[in-house]
């Protein structure tokens, strides 16, 4: 009879040894390694050049603490490629695999359906950039990005801000053409209206002669914008890009097109990529609005640590400020954002 209890209290030792979930091992020295918790990035499509500056501070915040010592983080991002099918795959996946703790840049925010599963699953997750609207964050959600309506509201005051107020041709209105990012997305609904909407508040009789979907993709943006001043020629006096990829696109083709920004067109976008900073300095885009990757993958990332260590958020979307972009501040954008 001890012979048996001996044997099954070995077997019982060895099933507590494997069903163990806790990452440590021993090192070299005979000591143990930190835990390791394993962070899931859900990213939207990584060819997007805002995105593609989101989630490289994500993993710059991450390896920064791996280099510290103590808990070690394991940061998988994969690429939804702009479809809300791979994304949901790549979420299941994450959520089967048992990730401590998920980030996720929607594909698709206007069902909800992903993020319910997300919360079903009971791993802390933080929502970036693309906000779901009217949808309740539980305990272990939240949201972290930047309040849309702001973008393009200070799209609007740049063009008004200038000299003539966006009539470049003195005919009493503003006609612009509008390039789209993605229809369903808040954030290109919001910048869409509002950059609009601050002109009209103030006063400035607006004509839109063309709007176009451009998924806010640059090439996408340079095609929209080279067909649109072929047919309308010269009368187009704004140039209004739901971001800056966009305007980049839209700058090769009034390049092309023989106009000059600042003399016989306007150029706005939204994000304040390094190169569209530089264009602001030069006089070759008219402006921009800074969308801070940095303090929203900052942000973000402490929300998760706080998750990560139970603690509640109590306020369940949290935007970090945006900043007009002009002549008069783009060079001191460059030093503080790029270091340049």
């Excluded at 209890?5 to 019982?12: D, G, K, P, T, Y």
């Excluded at 994500?58 to 103590?70: E, H, P, R, S, W």
């Excluded at 933080?126 to 906000?131: A, G, H, L, Q, W």
């Amino acid at each position: 009879m001890k012979k048996l209890l001996s044997i099954l209290l070995a077997v019982l030792m060895v099933f507590a040894l494997v069903g163990c979930s806790n990452t440590t091992e021993p090192t070299e020295e005979g000591g143990e390694t930190a835990d390791t918790v394993k962070i899931g990035v859900c990213i939207y499509q990584f060819d997007d050049n805002f995105m593609t500056l989101f989630r490289n501070n994500i993993q710059a915040y991450f390896d920064d603490l791996n280099t510290k010592g103590g808990t070690q983080y394991e940061v998988t991002i994969v690429d939804g490629a702009n479809d809300a099918a791979t994304q949901t795959e790549q979420v299941n996946t994450f959520i089967s695999q048992g990730v401590d703790a998920l980030i996720v840049n929607l594909v698709q925010t206007s069902s909800d359906a992903l993020a319910k599963a997300v919360e079903d699953s009971g791993i802390p997750c933080v929502f970036i950039n693309r906000e779901i609207a009217d949808y309740q964050y539980s305990d272990k959600t939240c949201y972290v990005g930047a309040d849309a309506k702001d973008s393009g509201t200070y799209q609007g005051q740049i063009i008004f801000n200038q000299p003539d107020h966006g009539d470049l041709n003195g005919d009493g209105k503003v006609s612009y053409i509008m390039i789209m990012g993605d229809p369903e997305n808040s954030d290109a609904k919001n910048r869409t209206e509002y950059s609009i909407k601050y002109l009209e508040d103030n006063g400035v009789e607006v004509e839109c002669l063309y709007q176009e979907t451009g998924n806010w993709d640059q090439a996408k943006g340079q095609e929209l914008v080279a067909s649109a001043l072929a047919s309308l020629t010269d009368k187009i006096e704004v140039v209004f890009c739901n971001n800056d990829g966009m305007a980049l696109g839209a700058f090769e083709s009034i390049k092309n097109a023989g106009r000059t920004v600042g003399k016989d067109i306007y150029l706005v976008g939204v994000d304040a990529l390094s190169e569209c900073c530089e264009m602001v300095i030069d006089g070759t885009m008219t402006g921009t609005v800074l969308n801070d990757a940095i303090g929203q993958a900052t942000a973000c990332c402490d929300t998760v640590l706080k998750l990560l260590a139970g603690e509640t958020i109590a306020t369940k979307v949290n935007y970090v400020p945006y900043l007009m972009v002009t002549t008069e501040n783009a060079a001191q954008i460059l030093k503080d954002v790029y270091g340049k």
